[in-house]
């Protein structure tokens, strides 16, 4: 009788590790889990269910997978928070606290990389990046000019 006691106890004890474990509802058991985002399960503050809606809205393919969503949300939420560190620092440059389009515009063009990526976007009220052309420079006042005199 010794053996069986043993043995049904150690089913109880699997039955209750199960149940804590989330595996399956008893009909008693309480409050619900409280739902968790994919975005937060996947540590990012970019919508993971709303990106998998558009890809799948999208007819981009038949069937989208699980990840892909997700992937997609961490690039471009990189991408964002790349964009907005270097909008920031040029914010500050300008000594603002604020970042407008012009600062996004600079940010964007001065960074090879962003530049050849957003080569042919056009940023509203971003303005041109600053350039004078040589030429155009005043001539400077030090040794340059007397070379050519020196020659004739």
């Given at each position: 009788?010794?053996?069986?006691?043993?043995?049904?106890?150690?089913?109880?004890?699997l039955v209750?590790a199960?149940?804590?474990a989330?595996?399956?509802?008893?009909?008693?058991?309480?409050?619900?889990?409280?739902?968790?985002?994919?975005?937060?399960?996947?540590g990012?503050?970019f919508?993971?269910?709303?990106i998998?809606?558009?890809?799948?809205?999208?007819?981009?393919?038949?069937?989208?997978?699980?990840?892909?969503?997700?992937?997609?949300?961490?690039?471009?939420?990189?991408?964002?928070a790349e964009v907005?560190?270097?909008?920031?620092n040029?914010?500050r440059?300008?000594?603002?606290?604020?970042i407008?389009p012009?600062h996004?515009?600079?940010a964007?063009?001065n960074?090879e990389?962003?530049?050849?990526l957003?080569g042919d976007?056009?940023?509203a009220?971003?303005?041109?990046?600053?350039?004078?052309?040589?030429?155009?420079?005043?001539?400077?006042?030090?040794?340059?000019?007397?070379?050519?005199?020196?020659?004739?």
């Open positions: 009788s010794r053996p069986l006691c043993l043995s049904l106890s150690f089913l109880i004890s209750a199960v149940e804590m989330g595996r399956g509802k008893t009909l008693g058991s309480g409050a619900a889990k409280k739902a968790t985002s994919r975005s937060s399960k996947a990012l503050q919508p993971v269910g709303r998998a809606r558009f890809l799948k809205a999208g007819k981009y393919a038949e069937r989208v997978g699980a990840g892909a969503p997700v992937y997609l949300a961490a690039v471009l939420e990189y991408l964002a907005l560190e270097l909008a920031g040029a914010a440059d300008n000594k603002k606290t604020r407008v012009r996004i515009q600079l964007v063009r960074d990389e962003l530049s050849k957003l976007v056009t940023i009220n971003g303005g041109v990046m600053p350039n004078i052309h040589n030429l155009l420079l005043p001539k400077k006042a030090g040794g340059g000019s007397k070379s050519a005199a020196d020659e004739s």
